[in-house]
């Protein structure tokens, strides 16, 4: 049917003058109703167009591009790219059934709050350090190493526990590591300015855990997505958003 239309299309957009047979005619007809469809959505704008299906974006890519901004068609693409991602991996499709300038205005407000997580990770890793002090080849396994972790409390609580998440970053390799800690309790609550070291097994199956295996890496930590149990039972915590 698209190679059919397609064909009716370049015949009315050519012309045929008053030959035409009454096929050309009934594909000209057809091309037209398609054009009223679309039509209507010029009438309100694209940005009304609500999509349920990526290939909708493509059907619609000349108006989109005459009549959206670069800048927002940059935030169209960011949207529906992670919607497709979703829809791929999960099979979840609930971030279709938006129109473009639902899209838009979504994709803004995500940005914006990345933004402000962005702010407290960088204000929460100011409370809460950790910091690599060394590595040891793993004696528990037999591959792979023991990494030892640093966690120094600048609040003014006790902490009792953290689980989570922490981030490696090594000098010269552009990817960062995701360790899971798990749930580390101190055998001592960690008052204001006391630290305590935590051990983490680890592959070297990475660049960065690779070159630290090596002994020549520059490398730091820092928390992403992890929360911190204090004594009192009450709690603090950063999650990073994607």
Same mark, same amino acid.
């Given at each position: 049917m698209k190679k059919f239309l397609l064909f009716g299309l370049v015949l009315a957009l050519v012309g045929c003058g008053q030959d035409e047979t009454k096929a050309v005619q009934e594909q000209k007809a057809e091309v037209a109703t398609n054009e009223?469809?679309?039509?209507?959505?010029? +009438?309100?704008?694209?940005?009304?167009?609500?999509?349920?299906?990526?290939?909708?974006?493509?059907a619609n890519a000349e108006q989109i591009k005459a009549e959206i901004?670069?800048?927002?068609?940059? #935030?169209?693409?960011?949207?529906? =790219?992670?919607?497709?991602?979703?829809?791929?991996?999960s099979g979840d499709k609930s971030m279709f059934g938006v129109s473009l300038g639902e899209a838009i205005e979504k994709t803004k407000n995500h940005f914006e709050k990345k933004s402000a997580m962005d702010d407290k990770i960088i204000a929460f890793n100011e409370i809460y350090k950790? +910091? #690599?002090?060394?590595?040891?080849?793993?004696?528990?396994?037999?591959?792979?190493? *023991?990494?030892?972790?640093?966690?120094?409390?600048?609040?003014?609580?006790?902490?009792?526990?953290? *689980?989570?998440w922490v981030e490696l970053e090594v000098e010269g390799i552009e990817k960062s590591d =995701?360790?899971?800690?798990?749930?580390?309790?101190? *055998?001592?609550?960690?008052?204001?300015?006391?630290?305590?070291?935590?051990?983490?097994?680890? +592959?070297?199956?990475?660049?960065?855990?690779?070159?630290?295996?090596?002994g020549n890496a520059i490398a730091k930590m820092f928390f992403k997505d992890v929360t911190i149990l204090f004594d009192d039972g009450t709690t603090d915590e950063v999650k990073q958003m994607y």
């Open positions: 009223v469809k679309k039509t209507a959505v010029k +009438e309100t704008g694209i940005r009304t167009l609500i999509i349920n299906d990526i290939s909708e974006i493509n901004s670069a800048e927002d068609r940059a #935030l169209i693409e960011e949207y529906f =790219s992670r919607a497709e991602t979703l829809r791929l991996v950790a +910091e #690599l002090v060394s590595f040891d080849k793993s004696t528990k396994y037999n591959d792979g190493m *023991d990494l030892k972790i640093k966690f120094t409390n600048l609040s003014d609580k006790v902490v009792s526990a953290i *689980d989570g =995701s360790l899971h800690l798990g749930t580390h309790k101190f *055998d001592k609550p960690l008052a204001k300015g006391e630290s305590a070291e935590i051990t983490r097994w680890t +592959e070297a199956n990475s660049l960065a855990t690779i070159k630290i295996e090596q």
